[in-house]
């Protein structure tokens, strides 16, 4: 029972609390501003956004060659379209439950490919360590050039989550916790035990950990880090493009389009795929940079329903596609055999 309650928690609260910032969007409308809102999606143009589409798709392209660097030095070659498959799946479970889309996108190259799942953890891990080195710089790069611009919006946002708790406090209480599980994680990892529930987390740990030294070991690790720039730069670019959809944003700076592109990501993690908080928060950073409240909302809702719909198509394709296109390859391997 505490097992189910768990697993539905995990998926009720981040899904509940982006359904909580869409009613609280919309309720906060007045008719006049609902009008200007479904005014500005008419006068969009969407080839712009088409073009973002197209960067996304090549970012997710980018994403599936990717993995076969981490995976090489382990003596692994997963094949691209299943790598592709695994990580629009990835994707697409991700807007229901957060992060289980890695776990699915490891058991689905488990079992199509034959890897070791703590093996394909380990890469993922990696990845998303070299990922998140892209974002926090970014975020560092905004907070350096346009803290005089959002410095308001940064206080009341760490106001409204930690209260009166002062920054200093909040800096030593995640230091500890960061120190503290790393710690714990290197006690469980090297110490004797003969508990087959610490064996198996060792087993674990030790293919996360052979996955995460796989970017030093690989041979083409500039290869790695060049589809990593790549994979951001499609990112931002999907971002970028959408701007010139309508005249009020077309004109905004391209440090307003990193600022929102940087606060936009950070929401993404936090509910199911951004629902609810990804509008919000982008028309928060483009009210900062003048633009008019109702068009900005509405831009943010623009980006966000493009890019989920982008998912949901791919996501669901390689569903469907991903089991007989494995029949058609073992058919055919097994024909070049006979």
Same mark, same amino acid.
């Given at each position: 029972?505490?097992?189910?309650? *768990?697993?539905?928690?995990?998926?009720?609260?981040?899904?509940?609390?982006?359904?909580?910032?869409?009613?609280?969007?919309?309720?906060?409308?007045?008719?006049? #501003?609902?009008?200007?809102?479904?005014? @500005?999606?008419?006068?969009?143009?969407?080839?712009?956004?088409?073009? &973002?589409?197209?960067?996304?798709?090549? &970012?997710?392209? &980018?994403?599936? $060659?990717?993995?076969?660097?981490?995976?090489?030095?382990?003596?692994?070659?997963?094949?691209?379209?299943?790598?592709?498959? @695994?990580?629009?799946?990835?994707?697409?479970?991700?807007?229901?439950?957060?992060?289980?889309?890695?776990? %699915?996108?490891?058991?689905?190259?488990?079992?199509?490919?034959?890897?070791?799942?703590?093996?394909?953890?380990?890469?993922?891990?990696?990845?998303?360590?070299?990922? @998140?080195?892209?974002?926090?710089?970014?975020?560092?790069?905004?907070?350096?050039?346009?803290?005089?611009?959002?410095?308001?919006?940064?206080?009341?946002?760490?106001? %409204?989550?930690?209260?009166?708790?002062?920054?200093?406090?909040?800096?030593?209480?995640? !230091?500890?916790?960061?120190?503290?599980?790393?710690?714990?994680?290197?006690?469980?990892?090297?110490?004797?035990?003969?508990?087959?529930?610490?064996?198996?987390?060792?087993?674990?740990?030790?293919?996360? !950990? #052979?996955?995460?030294?796989?970017? $030093?070991?690989?041979?083409?690790?500039?290869?790695?880090?060049?589809?990593?720039?790549?994979?951001?730069?499609?990112?931002?670019?999907?971002?970028?493009?959408?701007?010139? /959809?309508?005249?009020? *944003? %077309?004109?905004?700076?391209?440090?307003?389009?990193?600022?929102?592109?940087?606060?936009?990501?950070? *929401?993404?993690? !936090?509910?199911?795929?951004?629902?609810?908080?990804?509008?919000?928060?982008?028309?928060?950073?483009?009210?900062? $940079?003048?633009?008019?409240?109702?068009?900005?909302?509405?831009?943010?809702?623009?980006?966000? *329903? /493009?890019?989920?719909?982008?998912?949901?198509?791919?996501? @669901?394709?390689?569903?469907?596609?991903?089991?007989?296109?494995?029949?058609?390859?073992? #058919?055919?391997?097994?024909?070049?055999?006979?």
């Amino acid at each position: 029972m505490k097992k189910y309650l *768990t697993g539905f928690l995990k998926i009720a609260i981040p899904l509940g609390f982006g359904l909580f910032l869409v009613w609280y969007f919309y309720s906060t409308l007045t008719p006049k #501003d609902k009008t200007e809102i479904m005014d @500005a999606f008419e006068r969009a143009n969407y080839s712009w956004v088409w073009l &973002s589409l197209v960067a996304a798709t090549l &970012s997710h392209m &980018s994403r599936a $060659y990717r993995w076969k660097f981490t995976l090489a030095p382990l003596g692994y070659k997963p094949n691209f379209t299943n790598s592709f498959f @695994a990580v629009m799946i990835g994707y697409l479970i991700n807007l229901a439950v957060p992060r289980l889309g890695e776990i %699915s996108r490891c058991g689905i190259a488990r079992k199509y490919e034959n890897i070791p799942f703590e093996k394909l953890l380990g890469t993922v891990i990696a990845e998303r360590v070299a990922d @998140a080195l892209i974002l926090m710089t970014t975020i560092l790069t905004v907070i350096f050039l346009q803290y005089e611009v959002i410095q308001d919006l940064l206080n009341e946002i760490l106001a %409204s989550v930690f209260g009166k708790i002062s920054g200093t406090t909040i800096l030593v209480l995640l !230091v500890v916790l960061l120190v503290g599980g790393i710690g714990s994680l290197v006690f469980i990892y090297r110490i004797k035990s003969e508990n087959k529930f610490i064996q198996t987390i060792q087993k674990t740990l030790k293919g996360i !950990v #052979d996955g995460m030294l796989s970017i $030093y070991t690989m041979k083409k690790k500039w290869a790695f880090i060049g589809h990593t720039l790549f994979i951001w730069l499609m990112y931002l670019m999907m971002f970028y493009l959408c701007f010139f /959809a309508l005249p009020e *944003t %077309s004109n905004v700076p391209i440090a307003g389009v990193l600022t929102g592109f940087a606060l936009g990501g950070i *929401t993404i993690a !936090v509910t199911n795929g951004g629902i609810g908080a990804y509008p919000l928060a982008v028309q928060a950073i483009l009210v900062l $940079y003048e633009v008019d409240k109702n068009t900005a909302g509405a831009f943010g809702w623009i980006v966000w *329903t /493009a890019q989920t719909i982008l998912i949901l198509i791919l996501g @669901a394709l390689s569903f469907a596609l991903i089991s007989p296109f494995n029949r058609w390859k073992n #058919d055919k391997l097994k024909a070049a055999q006979a």
